[in-house]
C-alpha cells in the first residue's frame, strides 16, 4: 500500500532531494496544504532537518494519521514536538549525536518511530548509527523499538532477514523512483 508523503519549508511546500552534499530541497511556489485523509501521511519539515530550526506550528493537530520528521539533533528536543501535539514524532537516527542521546530521548517518549535513512549503507553522523543495518536493528530491538521508518534515499532498500523483519514494523519513504518493493516492507510513503 502507498501512502503520501510531502515536505516543506516555512510555509512552502518543497521536494526533498539527497545529494553528494546530503539531504536538501527543491523550493517550490507552493502553500502548504496537508490534506485530511484517513490514511497515514508523512511530513517532513526540511527546516528542522537542514537547519535544526523545526516549526511545528506550522501544521494543522492531526495527531492520529502524520508521521512527523523535524530532523532533531537532541534527545531532548523531542517533548516539545511531541507537546505540539501535531502528529506522530519520528526521531531520525541522521543527526543524532549517538545512542546516549537516543537512550535521552527514550526517556521521554516510549512510542515513537524510528527514522533511519539509507543508500547502500546506513547513513548518519554518528559512528554509532552508521553500522550494518541488521546490527543497528539489534540495537533498537534492546531499546524496545521495533517501529521503523526508513528513507530510501537512492531507490534502494537493504536486506533483511525474514527471522528479524517478524520483530519490527518497518515503512519505507522513498526520494526517488524506486526499484523494487521488499517482501518486509509494511507500508510506503512516496513524495510528491
Known sequence: MAWKAIA???TKRVMPIWDSSGLNFMPSNTDLSVPENDEPLLIMDMG?????RPNPFTLPTNPDKN???YGLIWGEDIIDLIMSDRGRVVLPLRKLQGLKELDAALTYAEDITIGIDWS???EAQHSDFSIDIVEL??????RGQTDILLYSLS?????IPAGMNANFDIKIAYFSEFKQLPNWEKGVFVFE
Open 8 to 10: 516543506y519549508n516555512n
Open 137 to 142: 536493528l539489534k540495537e533498537l530491538h534492546k
Open 120 to 122: 547502500n549503507s546506513v
Open 155 to 159: 531507490g534502494e532498500c537493504p536486506y
Open 67 to 69: 508521521y512527523i520528521d
Open 48 to 52: 528542522g532537518v537542514i537547519r535544526n
